[in-house]
């Protein structure tokens, strides 16, 4: 399938993916889904890429699910079609690579639940978020009622979820839900730069660091605690070994 919406540049081991239909403001269709899902299996079997960077074109990162796509769905289309979007977004979560969210500007509805299910999310001084649904006497569907809670705690998350209301990103870091705010001109920069400084580092070690940790915190501490222990003693003998002797040796490593 050749890419109609999905824009995908690969530079210094970084697949830079934008979201392009900026008429419809990035609104996610069915199409969407189905070009995203083949990104995500070519980005996680090509070797050469270490981390997968998302963001939009023009002045939004994602409007939402497409409302003209869903008004007239019956009940059970609208069911099927939440979960669609569900495992595309929770494929996201389970790829063995990081994931930046680079936020442009409006990140609502399904597109803050796209934002949320990338690894951290870096956004512009002018993106804006939120989840609208209630507005469109809708909830969200593609899980932002279980990720934004456990992202900012409940008082945070229902007063979006249940006002609808739109905050900026200075708001939006002070509740955790961003991590980095940039001027809107260097965002791509900024996060190119964090980007580049997680391809550094040892490859394996960073997918492991991201399953220990998305798997750990849905499990009991103890069992989480044991997996890590697991997963740590995997590093030794292997990239471990490389890390840590070329620290010794005052030299980069070499994967
Ligand atoms: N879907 C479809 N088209 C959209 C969407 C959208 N979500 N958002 C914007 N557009 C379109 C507009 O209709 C408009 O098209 P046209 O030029 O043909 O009229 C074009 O994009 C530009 O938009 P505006 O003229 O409205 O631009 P403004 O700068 O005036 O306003 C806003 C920007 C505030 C972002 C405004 O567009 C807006 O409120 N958009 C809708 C936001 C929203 O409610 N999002 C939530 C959608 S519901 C959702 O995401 C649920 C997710 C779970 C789904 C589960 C599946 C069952």
Redesign the pocket.
């Known amino acids: 399938m050749d890419y109609k919406i999905l824009n995908i540049e690969v530079s210094d081991g970084i697949a830079i993916t934008r979201i392009s239909r900026p ?3 990035n ?3 069915a199409r969407f889904f189905d070009e995203m899902d083949q990104a995500i299996g070519e980005i996680s079997d090509n070797q050469d890429i270490k981390v997968m960077l998302i963001t939009g074109e023009g ?2 990162f ?9 008004a007239d ?1 019956t009940q059970e ?6 979960q ?3 495992r595309t977004f929770r494929s996201l979560e389970k790829m063995g690579k990081p994931i930046i969210a680079a936020v442009n500007g ?1 990140a ?6 796209l934002a949320m299910a990338c690894d951290f999310r870096i956004a512009s001084e002018k993106a ?1 978020f ?4 209630v ?2 006497g ?5 899980a ?1 009622t279980q990720r934004l809670p456990r992202l900012v705690g409940l008082g945070d998350a229902l007063f979006l979820l249940m006002s ?1 209301e ?1 905050i900026g990103a200075q708001d939006a870091l002070r509740i955790g839900l961003i991590q980095k705010v940039t001027e809107p001109e260097t965002l791509l920069e900024e996060s190119l730069k964090i980007a580049r400084i997680i391809a550094s580092k040892g490859p394996k070690a960073v997918r492991k660091v991201k399953y220990v940790t998305r798997q750990g915190i849905t499990m009991d501490f103890d069992d989480a605690s044991e997996m890590e222990s697991d997963y740590f003693g995997s590093q030794f003998k292997g990239e471990g070994e490389e890390g840590m002797k070329a620290f010794l040796e005052k030299r980069k490593p070499e994967w």
């Open positions: 008429e419809a403001l609104a996610l269709n002045k939004a994602v409007a939402g699910a497409d409302i003209a796509e869903m769905m289309q609208g069911r099927l079609f939440g669609r979007g569900q409006f609502l509805g399904g597109g803050l639940e804006k939120g989840q609208p649904e507005s469109l809708m909830i969200p569907g593609y932002g609808g739109m």
